[in-house]
């Protein structure tokens, strides 16, 4: 098979670019960019067999989907809206905690008696009788439209595509609703639009993507398994804590019980010898409870601690890609 290096996908421009870079620099993987801003091919530092690629989040979606690209970051409502069957080429390794928004049916404030989608069907069989016109929606999201609307059992509508400031598409007259994605409510609220109740499609955030229809050879897997270690690394160092406790002077403490109860490891095994020192790590949220228990076991002493990376013998995230190659 031929020697292709990883392509890693990551997002030029827009929305998702500075939180992905952040992102990568949080699990120490340095994005180089070639010769100046303008290039728009870089590598990561001290990784060789890694060529990354800087291109637009829909760029992103593609590139995974065909297969020129290994591995990228990207919105799931590109994924869901670009590919006709999102789990056959490629797989969500894991969402990244930003880029939220939702796709949404909006409607002009103005129809005050159109709350629900049961009301859209009211309204676009009214249209589709009286004025023998089908009521039109403007949005770049044409699939994820389709398949929101048949699943309403409605089908009685036209979809206009647009390219940009779908939210005025209603003021000027060239649709009566939309299908966007929103944030903040600001841009659907300046245009007097307004979300149905049941009228949310998806909620995305962007996520770690990997393509099933990349040439995955051997160089590309070895830098994926460093790649998705040192992501896996950082994930579990942020939401984990390290627990110390010098073991009580008696010896005795149930470790198991008590890490099992806490939903704490013991990342380094049993404490050997009475002089022991016990090493544990728990979710973020539960190190007051299990500190607590642990002093009333007996434990000496207690001290938590963040820490920056946590590695790992196994590499879920890889194992799970690689098993579906
Ligand atoms: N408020 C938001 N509006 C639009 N997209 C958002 C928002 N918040 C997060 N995103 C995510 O960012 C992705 C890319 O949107 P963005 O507008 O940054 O790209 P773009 O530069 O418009 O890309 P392209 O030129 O390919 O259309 C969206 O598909 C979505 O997943
Ligand atoms: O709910 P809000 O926080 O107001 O955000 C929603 C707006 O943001 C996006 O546009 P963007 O600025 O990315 O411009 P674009 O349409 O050119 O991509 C999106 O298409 C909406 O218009
Ligand atoms: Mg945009």
Same mark, same amino acid.
Request: aromatic share 4%; charged share 25%.
């Given at each position: 098979?031929?020697?292709?290096?990883?392509?890693?996908?990551?997002?030029?421009?827009?929305?998702?670019?500075?939180?992905? @870079?952040?992102?990568?620099?949080?699990?120490?993987?340095?994005?180089?960019?070639?010769?100046?801003?303008?290039?728009?091919?870089?590598?990561?530092?001290?990784?060789?067999?890694?060529?990354?690629?800087?291109?637009?989040?829909?760029?992103?979606?593609?590139?995974?989907?065909?297969?020129?690209?290994?591995?990228?970051?990207?919105?799931?409502?590109?994924?869901?809206?670009?590919?006709?069957?999102?789990?056959?080429?490629?797989?969500?390794?894991?969402?990244?905690?930003?880029?939220?928004?939702?796709?949404?049916?909006?409607?002009?404030?103005?129809?005050?008696?159109?709350?629900?989608?049961?009301?859209?069907?009211?309204?676009?069989?009214?249209?589709?009788?009286?004025?023998?016109?089908?009521?039109?929606?403007?949005?770049?999201?044409?699939?994820?439209?389709?398949?929101?609307?048949?699943?309403?059992?409605?089908?009685?509508?036209?979809?206009?595509? @647009?390219?940009?400031?779908?939210?005025?598409?209603?003021?000027?007259?060239?649709?009566?609703?939309?299908?966007?994605?929103?944030?903040?409510?600001?841009?659907?609220?300046?245009?007097?639009?307004?979300?149905?109740?049941?009228?949310?499609?998806?909620?995305?955030?962007?996520?770690?993507?990997?393509?099933?229809?990349?040439?995955?050879?051997?160089?590309?897997?070895?830098?994926?398994?460093?790649?998705?270690?040192?992501?896996?690394?950082?994930?579990?160092?942020?939401?984990?804590?390290?627990?110390?406790?010098?073991?009580?002077?008696?010896?005795?403490?149930?470790?198991?019980?008590?890490?099992?109860?806490?939903?704490?490891?013991?990342?380094?095994?049993?404490?050997?010898?009475?002089?022991?020192?016990?090493?544990?790590?728990?979710?973020?949220?539960?190190?007051?409870?299990? @500190?607590?228990?642990?002093?009333?076991?007996?434990?000496?002493?207690?001290?938590?601690?963040?820490?920056?990376?946590?590695?790992?013998?196994?590499?879920?995230?890889?194992?799970?890609?690689?098993?579906?190659?």
């Amino acid at each position: 098979m031929s020697d292709w290096p990883l392509v890693l996908a990551v997002p030029s421009k827009g929305r998702l670019q500075e939180n992905a @870079s952040a992102f990568f620099s949080r699990a120490g993987l340095k994005l180089v960019q070639k010769a100046g801003a303008r290039e728009y091919r870089g590598t990561l530092a001290g990784l060789p067999g890694v060529e990354v690629r800087y291109l637009s989040a829909s760029e992103i979606a593609g590139q995974l989907a065909s297969g020129a690209a290994h591995l990228g970051v990207t919105g799931e409502d590109l994924i869901r809206e670009m590919l006709p069957d999102p789990g056959a080429s490629v797989e969500l390794l894991t969402p990244l905690g930003f880029g939220h928004a939702s796709v949404v049916v909006a409607v002009p404030q103005a129809w005050i008696d159109v709350r629900a989608m049961s009301d859209l069907d009211e309204v676009a069989s009214e249209m589709r009788l009286r004025q023998g016109k089908r009521m039109r929606i403007a949005t770049k999201y044409v699939n994820l439209t389709r398949r929101f609307f048949a699943e309403a059992g409605i089908a009685d509508y036209r979809i206009v595509e @647009s390219l940009g400031a779908t939210e005025g598409a209603p003021a000027a007259g060239s649709a009566e609703i939309i299908v966007d994605i929103t944030t903040t409510g600001t841009t659907l609220a300046a245009n007097a639009l307004k979300v149905l109740d049941d009228g949310v499609m998806l909620r995305s955030e962007a996520n770690l993507v990997a393509s099933l229809k990349a040439p995955w050879g051997e160089t590309a897997r070895t830098a994926l398994r460093t790649v998705l270690g040192r992501i896996a690394a950082e994930e579990r160092a942020r939401t984990t804590r390290e627990v110390r406790a010098g073991l009580p002077e008696s010896g005795e403490i149930d470790l198991a019980t008590l890490a099992g109860l806490h939903e704490a490891e013991l990342p380094y095994g049993a404490p050997r010898g009475p002089d022991g020192e016990i090493v544990l790590r728990c979710p973020a949220e539960a190190v007051f409870d299990l @500190s607590d228990a642990l002093v009333q076991a007996g434990a000496r002493a207690v001290s938590v601690r963040r820490i920056d990376y946590a590695f790992a013998a196994e590499n879920p995230l890889a194992e799970r890609l690689l098993a579906r190659l």
